[in-house]
């Protein structure tokens, strides 16, 4: 079997002979329905997972599976369009690959945005949150990409998580969320396994625990982000309310998912703008 290393390096040489010599520092991923900040792209250079050595497929709907790389207002950047999840049955070290070729490439900064339910009564459908900090759930009871020997060359064995999503880029976040005038609420994203949507009392006790939104991914590529020193900053699209008793309305579907992220877009695309902006003039 190959080592993760001699993985992340064939993919990285692939990625990077397919990029036309385009150099980026800014890694983005763009979760469920989420994908058409990548049409934003200017040059934009299009690689299918298919084709990158030992990507896994996506194989979910919103999702549609390709690296683009290009400049995203006026910033060289590379896109994750439609990420890989853990349900689909694609082991941790897969799921995270391409954040690990991110780093490989050169990434400092990754932008990761997902779809999640909000757990948070203040919270409403459409909303954005910023991720404050996470409850990887899978991760502290042994599903995480760091099980198993560890590249010293990667990161360290025991990486720590004390400030997982960047103190300054949040504040560029929340700035840039000002200007344009849209009402960003902040959180704990608690990341789960799914497919299913939690029960009631899963819910319930992810409130106990301190969650204001739950999804099903997410926390894995934060945690393989930080075991590489990037600087993350994360982004839930609250598609739903996560219902904590049976009656407080219909259960939650993908479709419903899906229909709420073309009103999360515009508020994220005018916040990636501006943390762009200010990536921008903090490098000139
Ligand atoms: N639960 C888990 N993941 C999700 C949800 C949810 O309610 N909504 C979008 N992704």
Redesign the pocket.
Known sequence: MLDLTTRINEASAYVRAKSAGREWRVFIVLG?GLGGLAKQAQNAVHIPYSDIPHFAQSTVAGHSGQFVVGDLFGVPVAMMQGRVHFYEGHPMWQVTLPVRVAKAMGAEMMIVT????GINRAFDVADVMLITDHINFLGLAGQNPLIGPNDDTLGPRFPEMTQPYDAELCEWARQAAKVNGVNLREGVYAG?S?PF??SPAELRMLRAMGADA???STVNEVVAARHGRMRVLGFSGI??V?RLSADEGPP?THEE?MEASPKIAPKLSAIVQGVLQQWKSSHS
């Open positions: 469920s997902n779809a999640a339910g789960v799914g949507f939690e739950v999804g099903m598609t739903n996560a939650p998912v």
